[in-house]
Nanobody, 125 residues
Framework: QVQLVESGGGSVQAGGSLRLSCAAS????????MAWFRQSPGRGREAVAH???????KYADSVTGRFTISRDNSKNTLYLQMNSVNSEDTAMYYC???????????????????WGQGTQVTVAS
């Protein structure tokens, strides 16, 4: 089993930047697919960005051009650089990871079974 620990959340002014990190430990072979999700009160869980170990990346339309996902496979760490944040970005952000499958990491058919505890991001206007 893989353990995921997020960090880097906090409060930020609208238009500002924040960098989230997710450190994976344990059975890190289960980290071919890694992703950031977010959830806020009254809204369902939303996939923010995915990154596979081979360099494939996918963003949600709402963050394209503002957020950058990256991963350091040597450190088993996933990052999310958040720029030009706005109030809609306020949410609990979760890191997720799992093994490769026959579909892409961002396919609606793909399921993440390993989740972190989350880190809160609050954007003040």
């Amino acid at each position: 089993q893989v353990q995921l620990v997020e960090s880097g959340g906090g409060s930020v002014q609208a238009g500002g930047s924040l960098r989230l990190s997710c450190a994976a430990s344990g059975y890190t072979a289960s980290t071919y697919c890694m992703a950031w999700f977010r959830q806020s009160p009254g809204r369902g869980r939303e996939a923010v960005a995915h990154a596979d170990r081979d360099g494939g990346i996918k963003y949600a339309d709402s963050v394209t051009g503002r957020f950058t996902i990256s991963r350091d496979n040597s450190k088993n760490t996933l990052y999310l650089q958040m720029n030009s944040v706005n109030s809609e970005d306020t949410a609990m952000y979760y890191c997720a990871a799992d093994t490769a499958s026959l579909v892409s990491c961002w396919s609606s058919l793909y399921t993440y079974n390993n989740w972190g505890q989350g880190t809160q991001v609050t954007v003040a206007s």
